[in-house]
C-alpha cells in the first residue's frame, strides 16, 4: 500500500524560511510528479510546485521566486525549500504524488499527504 508522508511545517516568522519534505513509499514502479498545493482556511486550493521525473519544475504565480522545489527519483521524494515566507504563505501544505504505477502495468493513481500546516506570523 502507498503511503504519502510529509514533514517540515511549523511556526516561521515573517521573511523566515522552511522546508517541507515528501516522500511516497510502498509498492512503486513509477511517479510522473510530485507536487505542493496549499489551501488557506476559507480558500480553494492552489498549486504551489510540481515537478517531473525529467526534473522540469513549475510554479504557482504567487512564488516569484522565492520557493524552490527538488526531486530524489530513487527515492520517491521531495523537497520544498521556501524563503522569505508572508504571512499570506500561511496554509496547510499538501504534497500530490501524481500518476504513480505499482507496477509497469498497472493503472496510474493519484496520492495525497495528509498535509502539514505553515503558520507565518511574528
Known amino acids: 500500500q502507498v503511503q504519502v508522508l510529509e514533514s517540515g511545517g511549523g511556526l516561521v516568522q515573517p521573511g523566515g524560511s522552511a522546508t517541507l519534505s515528501c516522500a511516497a513509499s510502498g509498492k512503486i514502479f513509477s511517479i510522473v510528479a510530485l507536487a505542493w498545493y496549499r489551501q488557506a482556511p476559507g480558500k480553494q486550493r492552489e498549486l504551489v510546485a510540481r515537478?517531473?521525473?525529467?526534473?522540469?519544475?513549475n510554479y504557482g504565480d504567487f512564488v516569484k521566486g522565492r520557493f524552490t522545489i527538488s526531486r530524489d527519483n530513487a527515492n520517491n521524494s521531495a523537497l520544498l525549500e521556501m524563503n522569505n515566507l508572508k504571512p499570506e504563505d500561511t496554509a496547510t501544505y499538501f504534497c500530490?504524488?501524481?500518476?504513480?504505477?505499482?507496477?509497469?502495468?498497472?493503472?496510474?493513481?493519484?496520492?495525497w499527504g495528509k498535509g502539514t500546516l505553515v503558520t507565518v506570523s511574528s
Open positions: 500530490n504524488v501524481e500518476r504513480l504505477r505499482e507496477t509497469r502495468w498497472s493503472s496510474p493513481r493519484d496520492y
Open positions: 515537478i517531473l521525473n525529467t526534473l522540469v519544475a
